[in-house]
């Protein structure tokens, strides 16, 4: 018997166990390719997040019981040597004056011009705003665009934390009602997010000294 012919015999009797380990072969190249692929995307997906949410910023300095002066913001750029914008963080609801949909939980963020260079684009929507504005996923809950009216409840600012006030009396929460100027994107900071959260929040852009 030739060389030829006993390749030929051994793969006519071993041809279905052959088939098996070549079948299995496939399956598991294509499961382990794409679970590379999803994970690639997956990574890409959460990167892509994580920017949008902080942009451009490298550090962030932030003290949930108390505020800093504006100054500050100055006197670490002299510092540092490098772009620093103050924002005045707040929470609160908003409804829109004709219709009953309302976000309960907002942050109200008292910015410049100097956030938006903060921003994934290096930009913002506008470069005057004289009344708010509004992020994507704002704007889609409420059901308004540029140029209607927006209500805005925020809550007191105090040093003292709610749930440890010894007095029922308290100053009612401010209302402001403004003019929407602008819905603002993802890439001109609409996911701005200082929390660990991949939800995306929802968020009302004010003039910092109107805030203030």
């Not at 006030?165 to 603002?184: C, E, G, K, T, Y």
């Amino acid at each position: 018997m030739t060389l030829t012919r006993l390749v030929i015999s051994t793969i006519r009797f071993h041809w279905r166990t052959g088939l098996g380990v070549v079948l299995s072969t496939a399956v598991i190249t294509v499961v382990v390719a794409g679970a590379l692929m999803v994970g690639d995307v997956s990574r890409a997906r959460l990167r892509s997040l994580a920017l949008a949410r902080v942009g451009r910023a490298e550090l962030a300095l932030k003290a949930p019981d108390t505020f800093f002066r504006a100054a500050l913001s100055d006197d670490l750029q002299r510092e540092l040597k490098a772009r620093v914008a103050p924002v005045l963080m707040l929470s609160g609801s908003a409804s829109a004056p004709d219709i009953e949909t309302r976000a309960p939980q907002i942050q109200i963020l008292g910015i410049d011009d100097r956030f938006w260079k903060m921003s994934p684009s290096g930009q913002g929507p506008t470069t005057d705003l004289d009344g708010v504005a509004i992020n994507r996923a704002l704007a889609q809950r409420l059901k308004v665009k540029a140029g209607d009216e927006i209500v805005i409840r925020f809550n007191n600012a105090s040093w003292m934390p709610p749930e440890l006030r010894l007095s029922f009396d308290r100053a009612p929460d401010p209302v402001l009602r403004q003019r929407i100027d602008a819905i603002v994107s993802d890439d001109q900071f609409g996911r701005f997010n200082l929390r660990n959260d991949l939800a995306e929040p929802f968020l009302v852009y004010c003039p910092l000294a109107v805030l203030q």
